[in-house]
């Protein structure tokens, strides 16, 4: 491995395919992604992690806009922190500063990236006026892709999702701001969103997918829901990369081997798949730029 | 720290008060442990990680049933393993066995403990045979309860909860098997499981806990949806322990110290609180095995 | 798995043999260390992170005067701090303290351990007085027996090995204070330890041994240099212990499984050997106080 | 953060300036990097972990060359795959590979890195036709200097050294095939290292350094051994930079942040620092390609 200057990121990435360690890992996923991206796979995308106020939210929606991502599923507090960007934004904070202090000061700290009181205030008024009211059923999505297109802002991933026709899974959406709303909302109106009926629409998605793809950043709820929705088909993921600082020896599924998923028939016995240990927002953006670049190249 | 033979849990634990690292973190888990025991307090414990499938089955109805848990918030995993046990076992594996060969003999692994795809099916038809019926709106812990009483073995968390009336939250619980086979069942009957409701009985609990204490095993939604449902009373959480193996710097929620939750109001500035980083199956037991040692000492 | 009050440590991880994931590699590894204990075994030992300044010292001084220690590799620090405790103590402190005020106070932090600039002080003046002094050529090893031969205080680790005749590898010496005043020391009196005599000394060690076990904490240069010093002998280690924090995937040494040591032939391909991911304050004293008792139980 | 296809190193890395976790911890690193460069900083390296098998040679022999590293600290395995390189090639392998497989084929494993037996017997002989010889004593500098200089390969980062006159400083040299070769060239032949000169040697430098600033690949022995040469002078590091996926909880050296180096004295407490959770083969490229083409951009 040798470094130029003015390297690009995808000639970086190309340097790392002749390395060991994470390096390598990285460069199969920049292979994987690049494979996804060009065949004609159903592209799988799960969102754990507070990517959201790290600053990796422009690009995912334009992943989304860009037509690179055909589900996405993710956590609730990054759908919160969407919509908080939509109108304000995140502060790069102190990861050492004293909790007790940011209490006074009204401020709410995620690692080193600070919320302001006044944002989740906006953030109610905003949900309160927003959110879907209906006394039929509604599946999780549809509540999403309603309250997307409520979103005024293009950058805004539930936005993007709304407008593409993306669905958004959020499997544990009670457990979010979001939630908390929807639940204030229920006291005075009328919302009846179903805690099943998610599960279904994913199913058909793994069935119609003549082949299948999957980006898995972070683990938790998201990755699970998605690879085990190919557990009811008789499909499974063909390529698959996982960004996660996690490690599989404590046996949780976040830091579950790609592999452990094949003994469960959730990714397939010959499929392409790399985990990629380390921090996403640094990883992400590099497979992502690398990925674009490559394209680009072969256009 | 000097070593003796026969020394019991409480006595190896007190040796730790002692020292430095982990080893002082996991005394204090058990100081605090011990005061939330002994004091009035409502008792939170969260549980994400495949505790269950990894053997902490037993320990964890135990608590249930002696009294010592109030409140559960759980992954579906751990419910959907918990049946499991109550009418099979799971089989100690190898980490390293070939994952594609495993799915040829019909085993799913979870890092070193196999499930029988036998299992699996039995699992569905007790469930089809087991889940609640009804037309009428009901809360996910409603489901849980129901569910958990039709489960016939008193070893079970599940069934536990349902008899000592300890309310079980899952808030992902569509991203579990239970999920699966909630939706397959809706196919041809009739099943009413709100995505909101369960917040605002968190929420009651909150409001009118005098004190709370809170047992954080792993991160991930349950330990979100426990501290979440602080954020909208005037209560923070007085008593904190966390059991992880995550890490603050990447910034997830999972791995986020306590002390961060004091920024958003989740944990009361003057809280005890203490993460012990390392892996809860030999952690938790330690725990728990010197605390109930040192209330028999008491006794 | 059941916690009963009382449960004595072996009772807690024979319990743990029948769980997964870390609870299950404990209890395999006190399974390796009776036997490394009972049987015919050169028993390897080595140290490093800062166990020392934990707590660490009487456990394993202990296990040095009762025979159960053949060889110990350490880091520097540990025997510096080993000599530090022989006439003071470490002081517990806080993880989260400002450490320019404790370079104000004079105060030296080691994560949540202190020691105080008055106890270098003392240890410089200690050192000077009772390194040897001698101008022929002299190996780690003896300079090392020297020096153990005249710390006052039965407890400590280099008192205890130079008592018993056990030998103390220290392949990075200068890499401590030990060092820094042996360097001082020489400005102005015989001193002449050759870089590279230890190394012929462990491989004869390895070369006597008829079988051979080791317990490895924490990785680093003692873990090499005891695995390295088998590669130029016909012999491997039969038995291997290791209780790291760190994981195999960035590739450095400390972390590497204990399989790859069996592709260098450092380790015997039929060997046992286990690895026990976590906080060794924490799990090196359960496993000796549950070996200890086993061995007790025994007899 | 938004990404465009053909964006350099440099410009991904500004992106990452305005994110949050690791992100802003790695543009941050640059910011320090970039200032070390063009400023009059004496330029400490220290190298731990696989780096060399790993593919990382040629990045650190350019920077030798390009007179962008004053010192190099580093472990003695490093080194030996340095020379390895100089007439083979590491091969790209299979961290899953079986390794009782792999001994029999003569191959050893660095995680997915192999190294073939063959390379070890050359390297043998390369040694023991290449070490220098003399009764005279001789500091572990003048060692590594003289190898460098019968290397024939100008990449080799000894040879860089050597030419550069950069001093390497390998406080564990024993530990090391380059001891193992230098024990076995002194049963024949006169080889006197002493293993304290080195130790002076640094001091001196660290006396001599105006301002000085250092970058940690890795903990280990080489981070302490640079840190602690600063402790015995008046002077401190002024600005210091790690990449590690090591974690300070456990306690250990390799993972302590660089605020506790300050309660040593070490690193002054107005230092600009920053330490990049996460895998050096991925981080450390993209932090030099960056700097780099920045000071390209300047020129």
């Known amino acids: 491995m040798e470094i130029e200057p003015w390297m690009d990121a995808d000639e970086l990435v190309r340097m ?7 390096a390598r890992r990285l460069a199969e996923a920049v292979n994987i992604y690049e494979e996804m991206l060009l065949g004609d796979y159903t592209k799988f995308f799960t969102l754990a992690g507070a990517m959201v106020p790290a600053g990796m939210r422009n690009i ?11 589900v996405l599923v993710s956590t609730g507090a990054n759908l919160v922190h969407d919509i908080i960007e939509s109108f304000s934004h995140h502060i790069l904070g102190d990861s050492e500063a004293s909790d007790a202090n940011l209490r006074d000061e009204g401020v ?29 059923p509604m599946t999780g999505t549809e509540f999403l892709r309603l309250l997307g297109s409520r979103i005024d802002d293009k950058k805004s991933i539930l936005r993007s999702a709304s407008d593409c026709g993306v669905p958004i899974f959020c499997p544990a959406l009670s457990d979010s701001m979001i939630g908390l709303q929807a639940w ?37 709820v998201p990755k699970n829901f998605a690879l085990q929705s190919m557990l009811v088909t008789p499909k499974s993921f063909d390529l698959a990369i996982q960004l996660t600082t996690d490690r599989p020896e404590p046996g949780g599924l ?46």
């Open 60 to 70: 995912i929606s334009a992943l989304i806009r860009d037509g690179k991502m055909d």
């Open 108 to 136: 709410s700290r995620i690692y080193d990236v600070y919320v302001d009181d006044d944002d989740f205030v906006r953030f109610e008024e905003l949900l309160q006026e927003s959110l879907p009211q209906s006394s039929e």
């Open 184 to 220: 204030l909302y229920k006291q005075t109106r009328k919302l009846n969103v179903d805690a099943f009926s998610d599960v279904g629409e994913l199913v058909d998605i793994c069935y119609g997918s003549e082949r299948a793809g999957i980006v898995i950043i972070g683990g938790g």
């Open 16 to 22: 790392m395919e002749t390395c060991g360690f994470g």
């Open 254 to 299: 976040s830091g579950a081997t790609l592999s452990e998923a094949v003994s469960w028939g959730k990714i397939a016995p010959g499929a392409r798949k790399v985990t990629v240990y380390g921090d996403a927002t640094i990883n992400f953006p590099l497979m992502v730029a690398s990925a674009l670049t490559r394209l680009q190249k072969r256009a």
